[in-house]
Each structure stands twice: as C-alpha cells, then as structure tokens.
C-alpha cells in the first residue's frame, strides 16, 4: 500500500508522548494522514469518522478508558481496525490481557521511536506480535467475545449499577438489560453477577 494511502490514529492523553508519536509516523510513512486523540471518547468519534484507519496506537491510560475496557470496546466496534498499544504498564497480565482483548501488539512507552516505527511496520504487514504465553481459555479471552453493548453493560455493572439503572442509562427496556445480563454471564463462564464483576475489575488497570 503506497504510504500516502496510510491513515494513522494516534490516541494519547500526553500532549508532548501524543506529538513525539505523530511526528514519529509523520517521517516513518510520508504523506500518510494523521489524526490524533486524547480521550476513549475522541478516539470513538476519530474512529467513526475514519473507519478505514491502517492503525491505532493506543494509550490504555487514558480518560474514558477504565482500564481495558476501552480496549475492549473499541475493538468490538472497529474490528478492522489493528491496535498497537502503547502503554506504560509494564504488568504481564496486563500484557497478555491485551492480547486476549485484540491487539496486534504491544509496545512499552520508554522503547525508542525507531523501534515503535518498526512495530507498526510490522503491523502493517500483517503480523501479530507474539504476545507472552498465557494459560488458554482465560478470562479476557472469554470477555473478548462480548458485543458492544454487552461490554456497557459489563461496565455498568462494575460500577455497581443495577439492571433499572443500566436500562436508563441505555435507554432500553428492563427486560433488555436482563436477556443482556444472562448473554454476559454466560460468556463469561461465570454464574453469578458479583463474580463477573469481581472478574471484570481484573481487566483494569492497577493505580499508578
């Protein structure tokens, strides 16, 4: 694919992290457009806009993220797209977990520009970067398969909402909420709320 044909998302809370990224692109594939985002919601809406992104490097620690649950959402709603995370979390759960969650990689924050280049390069190619090895049928993998909406209503449920809360918040019936709650739990592999959000809170990411 020409470069010039290449369109980048880059998805960062930190102005000069969010620059240095963009500019990185900018010199690595000239001509290619980039676009750039600060919140979960702004990469939502970029991503709307643009749905034919070659790419979107991710920071997971951003407004609006609630851990990985941004990852998750996004990746459910834009399939197509591929993600590089670009993270500072060093944890190897958390790693994996973004695996688990759809990523194409997952590049730490303090690696050089010349290797965040090479990665999307990579990416670009088609390849998936050998996450770490993890036990199979894990929680993220299981959670990975919940729509959109199924991943609100997850969240909602973390944060301790009730199905008429949820249903309000979503403008939908009760009765939607429930069929919702059931679909959840049993993806999950779970059998009861209080373990899948228990479960859930594990996909966040640990204060910093």
Known sequence: MPEDALSFLIADDHPMVREALASAAAQAFAGARIDTAATLQQTKAALE????????????????????TGLALLRSSHPTVPIIVVSAARDAGIVRRTYDLGASAYIDK???????VETVRAVLGGEIIAPPDEPADSFAQRASQLTPQQWRVLALMVQGDQNKQIAYKLGVGEATVKAHVTVVLRKLGVRSRTQAVIEARRLSLPPT
Not at 49 to 68: I, N, V
Not at 110 to 116: F, H, M, P, R
């Open 49 to 68: 806009r643009r749905p034919e992104t070659d790419a979107l490097l991710l920071d997971l620690d951003m407004p609006g993220m609630d851990g990985l």
């Open 110 to 116: 303090s690696a050089s520009l010349g290797k965040i």
